[in-house]
């Protein structure tokens, strides 16, 4: 591998490095569309007809902005990784130009509109576009270094504000993020004002992370792992209080974080002990009947009602118990076919529920009327009143679930580094080999299976109350293969991972009202594209990404043998 | 006692129509030890290939079934064909030396990306469409027995074929090759062989399969929906494990199992034919649990 020819764009690297950041900075200040669109003109008065201030930047001109200045300092200042950096900006330049671009011509302007029409001119996405290309051409012509390790030790006031300022620049992005393009189909170019943000702010992070400051920061806060937990769970209790606060957007939250609490459960199957899971959304279900069953609705079988704290541990040991069950074929079962396996519970759990088997699930009418959580006389879904500030209805059930995440988190952060832990992963490598070593893998394979279904139960009970009424449509394959794709596209074994993964394919659906249609599809194309180039997932799990570049280095290895002799 | 036997043909039917794309995913397991997931979407891609077909026919030619079903037939195999390769080369043969998982996973992507792309893209693909009548009506009758014509066909051209497949994998050159390359590819390539295109022809020939299948699934039920190929894929693909995976008979005495375990269910099980579906994942998790290599598998026998 290290034996790569130098690239016959080297001698090109700066110069192109050079004209992308300019060229980056230009478009910034020329305008975009030549004409207003049918839906008005467009953001950041990149309209012609409305540019009468090209120094005033705003929004994705500023970013655009932003970008070409950094790809010029990059290029010229003594930066570690130089190739990734410029490359990362490169790409993050060329999104937001071709998201732009393809939303102007797509929503009614056609091809005039992002270049020339009746001698006026609009080139604004286009020579970003170009900037773009050259610097991500660039960057492999300055050559793509591995990430430097920064080694300089801090003190630890010094490494605490290091964090904390981290943590709260997270904290604005992901505020940002959410708020970014309006509240559903406020702005009719919500889609493009948000994927653009995207787009640079991925650019942003992938030059960060190139420079190798995300890995300094993510050995930081592993030296300095308690303050980094509780800071960050102050920034997410803190998130009502930004300009996210509001009930669609604590909703949303909501609903994001009982999908991260379920994936990370599921990452202890998949994740540690390597056992893929394709039913697992339904010990979600069953743990969301249960406490439907017990909340006292009309609809339910069961007439007890008991307080949900009982309700949820009794939804968790039920969806724990079935969860051995399901667990019991990997005695015998290995691999694809205990995939099936479990597939084969998924598919009865909804076959059954559909057909209200026991009078327990409602069938295809739901459980309706579940009554909200309530915690001293204060109502879940009501907003609630902090002294002089006023909290947005839902905020209690985000802060609900903030902690549900917290609690499933810290019992995967020490099942993982536990005697339990080390065993999966033994198990996940070489199964035969564990067992060698003294590991009793049948049980371990079981308890894998209980403690992951355990935890989707209990998101299942706060699912139930929050959203009121369940269904077994809720819980049909398609979810459960959703949970498997936040938990890879997180990266395998990771906690950040799986909520990273649960958030992107829970937000990015909210935020693409305009791809509806499309979202399955490109949900389908993102499962293939991403185990095609980086099965690892976005942040992998260090041991992970270790065994896997490992194996592709063999592979490469093999295939070198292979040619030599052929 | 009409009833059973009624039900009996019946099973035999649908086992027909799932031995047809079972065979593609133990011929695909066989060799590259992949589950297939989009095998299911490649026999609905196909159904709904015949059925563009036949809207793009001129008329004249729309009230000949004699020309219309052939060429229906053929424009279905040939869309099942062009996604399957296009799914092989660009997909799957990527990830040969990948983790297990990863094709796995990309199998999933594929299936969903297939049923949306219909969904999307073809028109009133949300409604179930009707299928032309084009197909032989009427019915067979022997004694209390009734069935569709389209239902012996079904049979006929289910064994048939399989029986066709058998005899090239066991005599053919390339069936040699097919089976080489399942034994142990690397040896198989010392040996001149190209896996590359056994691999891609195990593709074409288990979705020319499915899209017979396809075109036959139209004709007996009468319509058609964007979520018939993962119900049936699943079904056939317990065929596959049933029967033993990578052995072609195994497939095909597998599917009529399962045909008839459904139909039989659904008319003696409590709960009828809503617990149709259950019975059959039950099967499939025993069948797993207690003989993994299946009914005619042996742990380690030559596949293909």
């Not at chain 1, 609900?400 to 999966?424: E, P, Q, Y």
């Not at chain 1, 498997?484 to 990273?500: D, E, T």
């Not at chain 2, 199998?107 to 949300?126: D, H, I, K, M």
């Not at chain 2, 809503?274 to 059959?280: H, N």
């Amino acid at each position: 591998m290290s034996d790569r020819k130098p690239s016959a764009l080297a001698p090109l690297g700066r110069p192109f490095a050079a004209l992308g950041g300019v060229l980056g900075i230009v478009a910034a200040l020329l305008p975009w569309v030549t004409f207003k669109l049918n839906d008005g003109n467009w953001p950041d008065k990149s309209t012609l007809q409305f540019f009468d201030a090209p120094f005033a930047v705003t929004g994705f001109r500023w970013h655009v902005l932003l970008l070409g200045v950094l790809i010029l300092v990059a290029a010229f200042a003594p930066t570690p990784s130089k190739g990734r950096v410029v490359r990362a900006l490169g790409w993050g330049l060329t999104a937001v130009s071709l998201i732009n671009a393809i939303y102007i011509t797509v929503k009614g302007g056609g091809l005039a509109a992002i270049t020339a029409l009746d001698g006026e001119f609009a080139f604004g996405s286009i020579v970003g576009l170009v900037g773009g290309v050259l610097a991500i051409l660039a960057g492999y012509g300055i050559g793509i270094e591995p990430v430097g390790v920064w080694k300089f030790k801090l003190s630890t006031p010094v490494a605490y504000v290091v964090l904390l300022a981290s943590f709260a620049a997270v904290l604005y992005a992901v505020a940002a993020l959410l708020t970014t393009g309006g509240v559903g189909s406020s702005n009719p170019y919500a889609g493009a004002i948000f994927l653009s943000f995207l787009g640079f702010a991925g650019g942003v992070l992938g030059a960060l992370s190139g420079v190798g400051y995300v890995r300094w920061i993510s050995v930081l806060s592993e030296q300095h792992r308690v303050f980094s937990v509780i800071v960050l769970l102050v920034c997410a209790l803190a998130l009502p209080f930004t300009d996210a606060g509001n009930e669609y957007w604590m909703t949303v939250a909501a609903n994001i974080g009982i999908y991260a609490a379920t994936a990370i459960g599921l990452n202890i199957v998949v994740g540690l002990a390597g056992l893929l899971d394709l039913g697992y959304v339904a010990f979600m279900g069953i743990g969301a009947l249960v406490a439907a069953n017990f909340s006292g609705a009309a609809a339910a079988k069961i007439g007890i009602t008991l307080p949900f704290p009982v309700a949820a541990v009794i939804s968790a040991v039920i969806a724990g118990l079935f969860g051995a069950v399901v667990g019991s074929p990997t005695l015998r079962v290995r691999g694809d076919y205990l995939a099936i396996v479990t597939l084969a519970f998924g598919e009865i759990f909804t076959r059954s529920a559909q057909n209200n088997i026991g009078g327990l699930t409602n069938g295809s009418n739901a459980i309706p009327g579940i009554p909200p959580l309530s915690l001293f006389g204060a109502e879940f879904n009501k907003s609630l009143s902090l002294g002089a500030v006023k909290l947005p209805a839902g905020v209690l059930y985000y802060v609900l679930i903030v902690l549900l995440v917290a609690a499933v988190m810290t019992v995967f952060a020490n099942l993982k580094f536990s005697r339990i832990g080390r065993a999966w992963i033994a198990i996940r490598e070489d199964e035969d080999a564990a067992r060698a070593m003294g590991i009793r893998t049948g049980k371990m394979k079981i308890l894998a299976f209980l403690i992951g279904a355990m935890l989707a139960g209990l998101a299942g009970a706060v699912f139930a109350h929050k959203n009121g009424t369940v269904s077994y449509e809720s819980f049909k394959f398609l979810e459960s293969v959703t949970l498997l794709a936040a938990v890879i596209l997180g990266g395998m074994g990771s906690i950040p991972g799986a909520v990273l993964g649960a958030a992107l394919l829970f937000v990015l659906p909210e935020k693409l009202r305009d791809f509806e249609d499309y979202r399955l599809m490109i949900f389908g194309l993102a499962l293939i594209l991403i185990m095609r180039f980086r099965p690892v997932g976005l942040i992998p799990d260090a041991h992970r990404r270790a065994e896997m570049i490992e194996r592709a280095d063999e592979n490469a290895e093999e295939a070198h043998v292979e040619a030599k002799k052929a | 006692m009409s009833v059973l036997l009624q039900q009996l043909a019946n099973g035999l039917v649908q086992g027909a129509l799932i031995a047809l794309i079972a065979l593609g995913y133990t011929m695909v397991y066989g060799i590259i030890q992949l589950i297939n997931f989009a095998h299911g979407e490649v026999f609905m891609v196909s159904s709904y290939g015949g059925l563009a077909t036949f809207t793009l026919l001129p008329d004249d030619i729309k009230k000949t079934p004699a020309v219309a079903l052939p060429l229906m037939f053929l424009g279905g195999i040939l869309v099942a064909i062009v996604v399957a390769v296009i799914m092989e080369r660009f997909a799957y043969r990527p990830l040969r030396n990948a983790p297990r998982l990863a094709p796995l996973i990309t199998a999933l992507g594929v299936s969903v990306f297939l049923q949306e792309a219909v969904r999307v893209w073809y028109p009133n693909a949300t409604a179930n469409l009707p299928y032309p009548k084009v197909f032989p009506e009427g019915n067979f009758t022997l004694g209390p027995i009734s069935v569709q014509w389209t239902g012996v066909l079904l049979v006929v051209l289910s064994v048939g074929l399989s029986i066709v497949l058998q005899t090239y994998i066991n005599k053919s050159r390339m069936g040699r090759a097919m089976r080489a390359t399942a034994q142990d590819p690397d040896t198989a390539k010392l040996m001149g062989v190209n896996p590359d295109r056994v691999i891609v022809l195990t593709f074409i020939i288990g979705a020319a399969l499915a899209g017979v299948a396809g075109i036959m699934f139209g004709g007996y039920l009468n319509n058609i929906n964007i979520d018939m190929g993962f119900q049936t894929g699943i079904f056939a693909f317990t065929a596959a494990v049933l029967g033993g995976v990578g052995s072609i008979r195994g497939a095909v005495i597998g599917a009529f199992i399962i045909g008839l375990i459904k139909t039989l269910a659904g008319q003696y099980m409590p709960g009828g034919t809503q617990y149709d579906y259950v019975w059959i994942f039950v099967v499939l998790i025993l069948v797993l649990v207690f003989r993994p290599q299946g009914l005619f598998g042996e742990p380690e026998r030559v596949r293909a």
